[in-house]
Nanobody, 124 residues
Framework: QVQLVESGGGLVQAGDSLRLSCAAS????????VGWFRQCPGKEREFVAS????????FYADSVKGRFTISRDSAKSTVYLQINSLKPEDTAVYYC?????????????????WGQGTQVTVSS
């Protein structure tokens, strides 16, 4: 069993940067791919980025390429999402999720464990 806890969200202004963290507890996390998703009220959950177990492969949604960077620190069992040049349309609850099969990618049913989310609000 793996528990995921997101942190680092908040209220920021357009153009600011944030680093979100996804801290994991439980066995096996180091072997899992991890993805970040986001969801706005009334909208479907949207894929943002994913990373494989050793950090050697990353994948991004086209809408965030060049502004978002996903990384992981296996020693700390933590995955990060660096967000630069924030825009009001980035406002959402951001979730991290772990895929025990280490596929990752944008297909959210593939992910087995989910965190509770962290709110990011970007004012213009």
């Amino acid at each position: 069993q793996v528990q995921l806890v997101e942190s680092g969200g908040g209220l920021v202004q357009a153009g600011d940067s944030l680093r979100l963290s996804c801290a994991a507890s439980g066995l096996g996390f180091r072997r899992y791919a991890v993805g970040w998703f986001r969801q706005c009220p009334g909208k479907e959950r949207e894929f943002v980025a994913s990373i494989n177990w050793n950090g050697g492969w990353t994948f991004y949604a086209d809408s965030v390429k060049g502004r978002f960077t996903i990384s992981r620190d296996s020693a700390k069992s933590t995955v990060y999402l660096q967000i630069n040049s924030l825009k009001p349309e980035d406002t959402a609850v951001y979730y991290c999720a772990a895929d025990t099969q280490d596929y990752g990618g944008s297909y959210y049913p593939r992910y087995d464990y989910w965190g509770q989310g962290t709110q990011v609000t970007v004012s213009s």
